[in-house]
């Protein structure tokens, strides 16, 4: 705090007291020779008779405090305005006239009455009803370097922009800023059990909202609850914020296009929004378990959904949204649901990815990287990463329904694609599987899907192509000529089997396919056989047959097969076949 004594136009001393770390935003240009008053707070403010053109208050609450940094309040001897607690104060015995800060921009809320919870004696002041006031006063408003605490949800109100001192968003492994401001010298409200509310058109960018409850570090989410930031209102803009320890981040209900971008969230759902008509779009936020991410609790980590690291929740949900959410350069680390896509259509996912902890070489079951379900159509995958996830990509949507996966990695996963329905286009992506990866591709058995798979690799899996996956190429069912499957696998691998009630089947890496079948008798001639999958289109496949009976004699009549093709073939008899008698398949061919 510095003193500067000069002599006012009454040659009275006035004493100017001026705090460098706590200087107001906005600009105004005062002659100090007409300062005629100095006070101490703005209750001794309230307490003068309106004679000083200008008064200077050297405190809000106490003397000195600093809260108007060198602005001074001016006489208007004609206002009847409403005393609004900051830059408008009416005296306690005058009706007519107000004392008006001079000032240019943004309010600051501490010309309200907001105290920094950092500063010694501040420690559990609450800014609530302070911070509204700056709110209702102004449509720009700057919260300096320091800690708020609020205990009751406050609300930005339409076309409002709500901003706070530069502030960087990476973090480093250990949970630490990256650059510009830590943490703890951002600007940052503390929320006790409440959420910031952001109405019509407003704007916030450089805060940090912190979850009172969850000072870092934390060893587990138990008490991340609450919703930081609730949308009250559609075309909010976010940028440059950090969100920690709230049960939601963002939460956003029936508004639309809202703009969020450059945001790092420890929440246990980050990006939520529901049933909206109108584009959002949501950039460069990254969500990473940055409260538990200390060395002493992520060394006793284990490979489950309870770990400290994990955050049982999504990280970015779309559900029930009309049309193009799109999200851009967006990562999550250590989610259960990276990115979650219900019911909503035209979604973009570009350029984002779905990190998880791979502890001791095991991935956390029950993790997706992405999930796309109900009523979403047209959804675009393009540039995604997905790692150390149980399942890359879950898709269950209406079969005439589609979604595009290009130029995407998928890589350390036990399953890459669970298809259960749905049209799926998977072109010029990487599958590869965990030391334990199981299924590269892989689809329900009632056909309810169809995947088009072209320009794709899939390495170390047990099953490249599960047995009910229905993959097609130019709307044939075949696996495409520039598709790799399992690079690594000798000619006579198997790369997938089963079963259903046409028989069995054995497909190899180097494109043989092998049906059989068991047909008990009584038999009607011609016998038809579907195989229990088709070999490649417009081949034909090569069947031998046996009849057998029982007792191991063999049936002597006439037969042979005829009206054979890549789907099914006949066997004709001379006599029926008695129920003593069983008919044995076997069908040789190609599936590609």
Excluded at 221 to 236: E, L, S, Y
Excluded at 238 to 252: A, D, H, P, T
Excluded at 575 to 591: C, H, K, N, Q, Y
Aim: glycine share 10%.
């Amino acid at each position: 705090m510095s003193k500067i004594n000069l002599l006012n136009n009454q040659g009275d001393e006035v004493t100017i007291e001026h705090s460098n770390t706590t200087s107001a935003q906005g600009n105004s240009v005062v002659n100090i020779k007409d300062v005629t008053k100095q006070v101490d707070t703005i209750a001794d403010l309230k307490a003068l008779d309106g004679s000083h053109k200008l008064v200077y208050v050297t405190g809000y609450h106490t003397a000195g405090d600093g809260a108007f940094g060198s602005h001074v309040f001016e006489w208007d001897a004609t206002s009847t305005e409403a005393d609004n607690g900051g830059t408008i104060i009416k005296l306690n015995s005058v009706a007519t006239g107000r004392y008006k800060l001079k000032y240019d921009g943004a309010v600051n809320v501490k010309w309200f009455g907001a105290k920094d919870t950092n500063i010694n004696g501040n420690e559990n002041f609450d800014s609530t009803v302070f911070i509204q006031a700056a709110l209702n006063s102004s449509y720009n408003v700057y919260i300096g370097i320091g800690v708020y605490l609020i205990t009751s949800d406050i609300t930005i109100n339409d076309n409002t922009t709500l901003y706070g001192a530069l502030l960087s968003t990476g973090f480093t492994n250990d949970g630490t800023v990256v650059g510009g401001n830590s943490i703890t010298e951002s600007s940052k409200l503390l929320l006790d059990n409440c959420s910031l509310l952001m109405g019509d058109s407003t704007q916030m960018y450089n805060v940090t909202l912190h979850n009172k409850n969850t000072p870092a570090p934390q060893a587990n989410t138990n008490n991340f609850a609450g919703k930081a930031v609730i949308a009250n209102g559609g075309r909010i803009n976010i940028n440059k914020c950090i969100f920690l320890g709230f049960e939601y981040g963002f939460y956003s209900v029936s508004f639309s296009g809202h703009t969020i971008s450059n945001l790092l969230i420890d929440c246990l759902n980050g990006i939520y929004i529901k049933d909206c008509y109108d584009t959002s779009r949501v950039d460069n936020v990254h969500l990473i378990p940055s409260l538990t991410l200390v060395p002493s609790i992520r060394d006793n980590d284990t490979a489950t959904l309870s770990n400290s690291r994990m955050r049982q929740g999504v990280a970015f949900h779309s559900d029930g949204v009309g049309d193009w959410n799109k999200f851009t350069n967006c990562i999550s680390y250590c989610w259960e649901f990276g990115f979650r896509i219900k019911d909503s259509s035209n979604v973009t996912l570009l350029n984002c990815g779905a990190d998880n902890l791979n502890q001791g070489g095991v991935i956390v079951p029950g993790t997706f990287g992405i999930y796309v379900e109900g009523g979403a159509n047209q959804t675009l995958l393009d540039s995604i990463t997905i790692a150390g996830k149980d399942i890359g990509i879950k898709i269950s949507i209406p079969q005439a329904w589609s979604i595009n996966v290009s130029n995407s990695v998928i890589k350390t996963v036990n399953t890459a694609f669970s298809i259960v329905s749905g049209t799926v286009q998977i072109d010029s992506c990487t599958l590869v599987g965990s030391d334990s990866g199981y299924i590269g591709i892989g689809g329900g058995n009632d056909n309810l899907h169809k995947i088009y798979l072209k320009n794709t690799s899939i390495e170390n899996f047990s099953f490249p192509i599960q047995q009910y996956a229905k993959i097609y190429n130019r709307d044939t069912y075949d696996i495409d000529s520039n598709s790799v499957i399992d690079t690594r696998m000798e000619s006579g691998s198997v790369i997938s089997s089963g079963s259903n009630s046409n028989g069995s089947y054995i497909k190899y890496a180097d494109g043989t396919l092998v049906c059989s079948s068991h047909r008990a008798g009584p038999l009607s001639s011609p016998h038809n056989w579907v195989f229990p999958v088709p070999f490649k289109s417009g081949s034909t496949a090569i069947v031998n047959y046996s009849l057998n009976s029982y007792s191991g004699t063999y049936y002597t009549g006439n037969s042979y097969v005829y009206k054979n093709d890549n789907t099914s073939c006949s066997v004709y008899f001379s006599d029926t076949i008695p129920d003593a008698i069983s008919l044995e398949m076997v069908a040789f061919g190609r599936w590609k």
